[in-house]
């Protein structure tokens, strides 16, 4: 997680800056980042993004600010909000391909974010 608020505002990866509106606050670039870094240490796909072989390391960055948006706008993030993420990204669930206790805990992890943050 990143927690250097300089950082992680002033150099985001360059697709989460094209999908963060430059009047966004420092906020959502923050946790959409340290979003970006669970869902890639998860890899639910198997891209293996930032590795060499793989996909970009901002693989998961649209579904990274979808979250962050729903984190920051409801104060939490639950099971079914991030199921609805995924689910509308690459139509599958991903409770059916991770379990619904790892995304219970990825759901956790998420939520924590919001806690770093404040």
């Known amino acids: ?21 430059e009047g966004d606050s420092n906020d959502l670039v923050r946790t959409a980042r340290d979003a970006l870094e669970l869902l890639t240490a998860v890899d639910p ?5 930032g590795r060499v072989g793989g996909t970009p390391d901002d693989e998961y960055a649209p579904e990274a600010v979808a979250l ?9 993030i639950t099971v079914q909000e991030v199921e609805d993420v995924w689910s509308r990204s690459f139509s ?14 990825l759901t956790r992890d998420l939520n924590r974010l919001r806690r770093v943050h404040e």
Do not use: F, W
């Open 68 to 76: 962050a948006r729903i984190l920051l706008t409801h104060g939490n």
């Open 45 to 49: 796909i198997g891209l293996r993004p």
């Open 92 to 105: 599958e669930s991903l409770v059916e391909r991770l379990g619904s206790s790892h995304v219970a805990g």
């Open 1 to 21: 997680m990143i927690n250097d608020e300089s950082a992680a505002a002033s150099e985001p990866l360059a697709s989460l800056g094209a999908l963060i509106a």
